[in-house]
């Protein structure tokens, strides 16, 4: 059994930073991947950011490299999101999610077995 929450949602200016924690339980698969997601209204989900769990080899969307850091605290069983020079595009409802197995495709949702329920972002002009 696996579980995802998400924290550290919040509003913020265009310009601005926030981090995004996800607390994992029941998660062990090292060496597959867990990613962060992020979806607005009317929009499909989209992968933002993703990590080899144990690892430190990362992928990102064009759209937020720079700006995004993903990272992982193994000791406390956290995925990290560093945003940061925010603009109002960000703004979503972001989802930490992992794998049951390796992928090639590591932003693809379709990858992802597991998820949190997520945690809004909004960012203001």
């Known amino acids: 059994q696996v579980q995802l929450v998400e924290s550290g949602g919040g509003s913020v200016q265009a310009g601005g930073s926030l981090r995004l924690s996800c607390a994992a339980s029941?998660?062990?698969?090292?060496?597959?991947?867990l990613g962060w997601f992020r979806q607005a209204p009317g929009k499909e989900r989209e992968g933002v950011a993703a990590?080899?769990?144990?690892?430190?080899?990362?992928y990102y969307a064009d759209s937020v490299k720079g700006r995004f850091t993903i990272s992982q605290d193994n000791a406390k069983n956290t995925l990290y999101l560093q945003m940061s020079g925010l603009k109002p595009e960000d703004t979503a409802m972001y989802f930490c999610a992992a794998t049951s197995y390796r992928t090639a495709s590591p932003l693809s949702k379709t990858e992802y077995a597991y998820w949190g329920q997520g945690t809004q972002v909004t960012v203001s002009s």
């Open positions: 029941g998660y062990t698969y090292y060496r597959n991947w």
């Open positions: 990590i080899i769990a144990g690892d430190s080899y990362t």
